[in-house]
Nanobody, 115 residues
Framework: QVVLSESGGGLVQPGGQLRLSCVGS????????ITWYRQSPGKQREMVAR???????TYADSVKGRFAISRDDAKNTVYLDMNNVTPEDTAVYYC?????????WGQGTQVTVSS
C-alpha cells in the first residue's frame, strides 16, 4: 500500500532553518510528482511546494526564495529546506502524492517557529 512518512519538524527560532523529509513507498516514486502542504489551526490546507518527476519545481508565493524542494529518487525521498522561517510558517506539514486517481497523505510533521 502507499505510505508517506514525514519527519524533521520541530521548534525553530525566527530566521532559522529546518529540513523536512518525506519518504514514500508502495508506488513508483520516481514517476510521480510530490507536493508539500501545510495547515495551521483555523486555516485551510495550502500547497507549499511541488517537485515534478525529473526535478522541475513550483512554490507558493509566500515561501518563494526561502524554501527549496528537492528529491532523491534513489532514496524515495523528497526534502523541503526551509530557510529564514517566520512565525507564519508555523503549521503541520504534510507530503502528498496523487496515485491511481486518489490523494495519499502522510501523518504530518509539526513545525513551530517561535522565539
Amino acid at each position: 500500500q502507499v505510505v508517506l512518512s514525514e519527519s524533521g519538524g520541530g521548534l525553530v527560532q525566527p530566521g532559522g532553518q529546518l529540513r523536512l523529509s518525506c519518504v514514500g513507498s508502495g508506488f513508483p516514486f520516481s514517476k510521480h510528482y510530490i507536493t508539500w502542504y501545510r495547515q495551521s489551526p483555523g486555516k485551510q490546507r495550502e500547497m507549499v511546494a511541488r517537485v515534478l518527476r525529473d526535478g522541475p519545481t513550483t512554490y507558493a508565493d509566500s515561501v518563494k526564495g526561502r524554501f527549496a524542494i528537492s528529491r532523491d529518487d534513489a532514496k524515495n525521498t523528497v526534502y523541503l529546506d526551509m530557510n529564514n522561517v517566520t512565525p507564519e510558517d508555523t503549521a503541520v506539514y504534510y507530503c502528498n502524492v496523487f496515485f491511481e486517481f486518489r490523494d495519499y497523505w502522510g501523518q504530518g510533521t509539526q513545525v513551530t517557529v517561535s522565539s
